[in-house]
């Protein structure tokens, strides 16, 4: 077949079309050509179409079209040989205002011959970029202290509270700023919780407070939230409420309290 124009085949598609139509309307039966006229005119169909007409210009129309699609797949294939990417990890820093980076994957097949079938030798290709921490999952952002804090609802003693904050590579909370006071008191409300483990131990009634991070918060210049007559000789620091109100309180550090973690 020498050259033809696009207008050419255009016009000799809608002709065939019409003469077929016509035809098999005259014809007793007039389902066959509604029949193909509903499918999808790909190019198998064409060729079906092709057959049923009896015209090797359809025919030839429908087999360069299925060439066409099997091209184009295969184009398809060679272009992107691989899977859909897996969603983004978690970013690897776990605070807001650093960076870190995060990471996807995706297999692909390396046998170029025939990528469609994505059987054979496989690889896995990694992306990663530079993302910026957010909390780890399960931590809230709380953007007046910057950090990232959780609430453990179970009920521990003070030195395995001390150790759930750690293994989560943080520390009980230290409420040595107002803001972090106000993060703390509004967790408790905000999960009907009475009293928390946080940050600071002493050895005894009369030594110093000690704190894991930061500071001691009076020295720091937080307001005293101690509860008139507290300390009063326990060694290890929780909140508590009190008549609506949360206050600092010394407590036995054998009992057992909810605890909030701090995040770096
Ligand atoms: C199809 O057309 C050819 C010539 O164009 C003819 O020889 C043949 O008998 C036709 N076949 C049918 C099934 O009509
Ligand atoms: C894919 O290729 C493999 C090996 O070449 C062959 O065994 C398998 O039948 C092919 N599968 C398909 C769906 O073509
Ligand atoms: C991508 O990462 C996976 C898992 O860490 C590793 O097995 C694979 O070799 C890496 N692929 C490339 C191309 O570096
Ligand atoms: C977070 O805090 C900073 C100041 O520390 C402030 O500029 C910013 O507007 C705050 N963002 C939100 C969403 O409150
Ligand atoms: C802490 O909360 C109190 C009471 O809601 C408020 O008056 C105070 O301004 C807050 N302080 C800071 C530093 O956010
Ligand atoms: C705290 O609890 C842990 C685990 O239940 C226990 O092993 C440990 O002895 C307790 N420590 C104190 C000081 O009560
Ligand atoms: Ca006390």
Not at 116 to 145: A, I, P
Not at 176 to 186: G, R
Not at 197 to 221: C, H, L, M, Y
Request: negative net charge.
């Amino acid at each position: 077949m020498g050259r033809v124009t696009l207008f050419e085949v255009m016009f000799g598609i809608v002709f065939m079309l019409s003469t077929f139509w016509s035809n098999s309307a005259n014809a007793t039966d007039t389902g066959s050509g509604l029949a193909i006229a509903e499918e999808q005119l790909g190019g198998e169909s064409l060729i079906r179409m092709g057959e049923k007409m009896n015209s090797t210009l359809i025919k030839l129309l429908g087999k360069s079209f299925v060439n066409f699609e099997l091209e184009i797949n295969e184009k398809i294939c060679k272009i992107d040989p691989c899977d859909q990417w897996s969603p983004w990890n978690e970013c690897s820093a776990n605070m807001k205002n650093t960076f870190g980076f995060r990471s996807r994957s995706r297999v692909c097949w390396l046998e170029k011959r025939d990528t469609c079938n994505r059987t054979g030798e496989q690889t896995v290709e990694n992306d990663s970029h530079l993302c910026e921490g957010s909390c780890r999952s399960s931590y809230t952002f709380y953007n007046s202290t910057k950090s990232c804090f959780k609430l453990f609802a179970e009920t521990l003693n003070q030195s395995a509270a001390a150790q759930v904050c750690t293994q989560e590579g943080g520390h009980l909370l230290n409420t040595d700023t107002e803001e972090k006071w106000n993060a703390s008191v509004s967790i408790l409300l905000s999960n009907n919780v009475v009293a928390v483990w946080i940050d600071g131990t002493r050895t005894s009634g009369s030594a110093k407070w000690v704190f894991q991070n930061g500071k001691d918060p009076e020295a720091n210049g937080v307001m005293s939230k101690w509860q008139s007559g507290e300390p009063n000789g326990d060694s290890c620091r929780v909140i508590h409420l009190s008549s609506s109100k949360f206050y600092w309180y010394d407590s036995v550090c054998s009992s057992g309290y909810k605890l909030i973690c701090e995040v770096k």
